[in-house]
């Protein structure tokens, strides 16, 4: 049976230039996630270790990461 197919969607960039990204993070967890828009690109990474490859999301995926974080979708997580 064929696979459905699927919107293309452009691949992300490897090398988002992070060098005068501005990082956001919660006031009383500096060290936890942070947030950074770059370009058409959401960017996080781990505060307490910029070093690590951070994520890229684009507006579709952020969009439903932030939905479900208000629907409690990760609440249960350990």
């Known amino acids: 049976m064929p696979e459905p197919s699927r919107p293309s969607r452009p691949p992300k960039p490897r090398d988002l230039d ?3 990204a501005q990082w956001l993070a919660a006031p009383d967890a500096p060290e936890g996630p942070q947030i950074a828009f770059v370009d058409e690109y959401i960017v996080m990474r781990h ?9 890229v999301f684009d507006q579709d995926e952020w969009k439903a990461f932030q939905q479900g974080a208000a629907a409690g979708d990760f609440d ?3």
């Open 76 to 78: 249960q997580l350990p």
């Open 47 to 55: 505060g307490a270790d910029p070093s690590v490859p951070p994520l």
């Open 18 to 20: 992070l060098t005068g």
